[in-house]
């Protein structure tokens, strides 16, 4: 029966338009084809007036977000995963699905190697490139004075639509107090974009953290690219430190071989290897013992980015193990 239904609606939304009749539901955002590089995404629709009272957004087949029907139309924000996601949005009246949409969005990720290309049929869409007059009626899209100076949780207006961002285990000190203009610069083209490399913009607030890190002998492959937004979210997460996944998880994302049990001792003292997570930190208590407690994530003076300047591995065992 609902199969016929939507169907029907189907047929409807395909064949002309008779007549003044608007479509029961409409998509606003987010666009067809668009190119994402956050984990998340918005999702706006419009609806014919009295068509609905409630909405729901399936991605990739899971329902992800649902609400009430707010002046004919609705809004949320919807995890994405890494890749290619399809975001459908039904509504309905009573129960009944009374209009669906979808569209498929590419999650873009620099960390992911096999997500890193966008495929074709996909392409960035600069949403504050547009007037976006249908989301004006409703929210205030003018990037100043606010964003400027900190304003505490809802005085930032970018929060309307984006408060999703500022909503983690760990929060990023400038998007905690709203300073959103911080780093996205409403004058620069595209608006609101952030300049690169990335890491000078970060550079301007981690001043320490620079210095002591061009003092340093070697920098780890993927900070010398500026790109911090690798394993940093610059928003918020749900991991320490803003990382994109737990450290012993980023750091074998690209050294999967890291990661197998034989590292360090695997070869030589037993077939076990030495454990490289999943244990407290004898060097720094409170914390998780990873790939970090040995190596330095940023900057080393040795090649194996180790976190003391030890000349042979067996000195830098000295740090953890008494002799
Ligand atoms: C009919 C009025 C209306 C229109 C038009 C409208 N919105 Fe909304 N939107 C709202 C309301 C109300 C909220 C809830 C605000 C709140 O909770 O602070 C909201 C919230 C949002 C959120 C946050 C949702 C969440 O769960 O965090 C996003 C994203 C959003 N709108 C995007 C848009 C976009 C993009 C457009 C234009 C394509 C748009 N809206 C048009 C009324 C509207
Ligand atoms: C009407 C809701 C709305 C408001 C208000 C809003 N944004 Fe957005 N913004 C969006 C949507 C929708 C996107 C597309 C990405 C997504 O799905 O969230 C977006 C994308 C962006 C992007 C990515 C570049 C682009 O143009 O697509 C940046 C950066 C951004 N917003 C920053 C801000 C800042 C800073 C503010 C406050 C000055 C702000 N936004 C206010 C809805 C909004
Ligand atoms: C510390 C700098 C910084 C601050 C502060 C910041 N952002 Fe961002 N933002 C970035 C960077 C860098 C990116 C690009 C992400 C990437 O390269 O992976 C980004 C991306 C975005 C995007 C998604 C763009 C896309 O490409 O899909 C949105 C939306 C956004 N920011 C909104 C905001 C809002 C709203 C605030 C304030 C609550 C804010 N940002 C505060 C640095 C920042
Ligand atoms: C506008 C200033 C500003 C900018 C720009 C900025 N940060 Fe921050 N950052 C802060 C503040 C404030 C804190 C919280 C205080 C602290 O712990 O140092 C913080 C904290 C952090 C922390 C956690 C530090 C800790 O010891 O817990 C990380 C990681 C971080 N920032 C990364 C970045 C990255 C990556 C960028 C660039 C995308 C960036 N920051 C850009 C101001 C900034
Ligand atoms: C290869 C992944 C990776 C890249 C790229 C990266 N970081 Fe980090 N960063 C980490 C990890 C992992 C930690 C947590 C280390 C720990 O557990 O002590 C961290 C911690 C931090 C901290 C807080 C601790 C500290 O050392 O002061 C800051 C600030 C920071 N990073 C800023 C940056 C900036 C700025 C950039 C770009 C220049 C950057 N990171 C690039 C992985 C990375
Ligand atoms: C985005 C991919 C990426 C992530 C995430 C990453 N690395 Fe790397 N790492 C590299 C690249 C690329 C090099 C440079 C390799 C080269 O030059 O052959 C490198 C080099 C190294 C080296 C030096 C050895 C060498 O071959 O030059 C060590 C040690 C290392 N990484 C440890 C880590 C640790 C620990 C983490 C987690 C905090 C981590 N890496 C996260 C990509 C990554
Ligand atoms: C107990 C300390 C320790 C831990 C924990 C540890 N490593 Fe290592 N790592 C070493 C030592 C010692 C070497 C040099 C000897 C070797 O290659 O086995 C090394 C070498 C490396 C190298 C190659 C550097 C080169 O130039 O040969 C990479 C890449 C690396 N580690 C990544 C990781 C990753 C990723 C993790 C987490 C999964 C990790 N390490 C955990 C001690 C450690
Ligand atoms: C950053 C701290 C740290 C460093 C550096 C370190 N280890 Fe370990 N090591 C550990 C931890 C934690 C364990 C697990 C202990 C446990 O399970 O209680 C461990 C376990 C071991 C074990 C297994 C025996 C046991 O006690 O369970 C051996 C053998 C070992 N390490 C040798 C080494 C050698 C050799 C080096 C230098 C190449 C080294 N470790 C460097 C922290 C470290």
């Known amino acids: ?22 479509p029961a539901i409409t998509l606003l955002y987010p666009r067809p084809g668009a190119v994402h590089e956050l984990g998340m995404a918005s999702v706006s629709v419009a609806l014919r007036p009295g068509i609905a009272d409630r909405v729901r957004v399936m991605v990739n ?27 459908a949005v039904q509504a309905t009246m009573g129960g009944q699905v009374t209009g669906d949409v979808a569209a498929s969005v590419f999650r873009r990720s620099d960390l992911e190697s096999q ?14 490139q547009r007037s976006n007059d ?12 606010i964003g400027q100076k900190p304003a505490a949780g809802d005085g930032s207006s970018c929060l309307s639509c984006h408060k999703k ?6 929060v990023h000190g400038p998007v905690a107090v709203g300073s959103c203009l911080a780093c996205h610069d409403p004058s ?37 690219t500026g790109k911090c937004t690798i394993c940093h979210g610059p928003h918020s997460s749900e991991n320490a430190f803003g990382l994109h996944k737990p450290t012993w998880y980023l750091c074998t994302t690209c050294h999967e071989d890291r990661g197998s049990g034989k590292h360090v001792l695997g070869h030589s003292f037993s077939t076990e290897g030495h454990p490289t997570h999943g244990r407290p930190d004898p060097r720094r208590p409170g914390k ?14 040795v090649p194996q980015m180790w976190v003391i300047d030890a000349k042979s591995p067996f000195e830098l065992c000295g740090v953890c193990h008494a002799k």
């Open 288 to 301: 998780e013992f990873t790939c970090a407690s040995c190596h330095d994530p940023h900057a080393s003076n």
């Open 165 to 170: 961002l500022a909503a983690g285990v760990w």
């Open 1 to 22: 029966m609902r199969v016929h239904a939507l169907f029907l609606l189907t047929v409807f939304h395909l064949g002309p338009r008779l007549g003044a009749e608007e």
């Open 134 to 145: 249908a989301c004006g009626q409703c929210h205030s899209l003018s990037a100043a004075p």
């Open 188 to 224: 620069a083209s595209p608006s609101l974009s952030v300049k690169e490399p990335v890491a000078d913009v970060c550079f301007s607030c981690h001043q320490e953290q620079r210095d002591l890190w061009r003092s340093k002998k070697y920098m780890h492959g993927p900070v010398t």
């Open 61 to 87: 087949g899971v329902e992800r977000a649902a609400g009430e029907v707010r002046r004919d139309g609705a809004c949320f924000v919807v995890p994405l995963v890494a890749g290619r996601n399809e975001v």
């Open 115 to 128: 997500y890193r290309q966008v495929p074709e049929g996909f392409e960035r869409d600069r949403f504050h």
